[in-house]
């Protein structure tokens, strides 16, 4: 019985307009309208590949609009959404007109005839009915796919496996474009308004650009885990960025006007441990990884000295792992067991899932 459930949903998803339809082509005598809902269902999937294979570039000219505005990290984010809303909007608006007007020289010309015999009037309506269902089922199978590949919830979502167009839809559904929009769209979580040593708050700290998240998900390409891509990125920052110290120096000296982040640290080459992690903090979001930018202590030889680092979670081992990139040149810190005998953890200094 249980295998027959998913069969029996995706019925009465298909059937329920197709019904809805016969019924309302006896009450209303036209089939103008359901038409127009097929219409519109085949304008929203359309849209939806349309922002799915051109999310990148279009975020990319966003986030650079955006951040050009010198806004506050909350109304940053919440004018990207909207003219990410606002982008689909229009899209799949162009889309639906764009075929209104198909329909109504092409499709509706050679039907609408039939529109005063009663009996062609119920089959076509109940016909274009069905293919309204077919279409919203299609819509359900693209919110389950994406649910699932994206791992906003931990369990998967498998009771549609065994039908043939759910799988069908899955296999072409890009793994790589859905971490490069959940990286683009889930919102920062726990970023306090701390100042951090020359000015730079934490929110400016991590902010990324189109660089630094094209070169993440270009030395991710082939990674088939993310612990191996927490590993890369690590890797990459570690031998890639050089330590300033010159700026350590004038930054504990208190200097206001030295610039920091992750985005000075990959133009510059250079950095401080808080530009490390904040720079791991850019790349890992950009490929889809839970992070934390961790603040404390930390042992440089001689001393406990003020320090930044990171904490990534992999979902295959059920646990946040710490990071230092910073460290990469005097030894292997990354998810090392012997990490805090030089480490002392003070605070979660942001978070974003």
Known sequence: MEGNIPILICLIVILLPALKAAYNSLRIKEFD????????????????????????????????????????HIIEYLLKMGLLIGSFLVINSILYNLFRIINRFLIWKQIEFLEDKGFFRFIISTFLGAIKGFLTLILIFIAIIFINKSGVIDKQINIFNNIRVYNILEQNVDTQKISEIKSGLIKDSNIPTIVYYNGVTLSQGVKSDSAINEKALEITRNAKTDLEKARIIYAWIGSNITYDDKKAEEVMNGDKNVKSGAIVAFNTRTGICFDYACLYVAMARAVGLPVRLITGTAFNGKEYISHAWNQVYIKSLGKWINVDPTFYKAGDYFNNSNFNADHKEESIAGQWN
Do not use: A, C, Q, R
């Open 33 to 72: 309208y359901v038409l127009n809902e097929v219409t519109g269902s085949f304008s929203l999937i359309v849209s939806i590949f349309i922002i799915f294979n051109f999310f990148k570039p279009l975020n990319n000219w966003i986030n650079t609009f955006v951040s050009s505005l010198d806004l506050s």
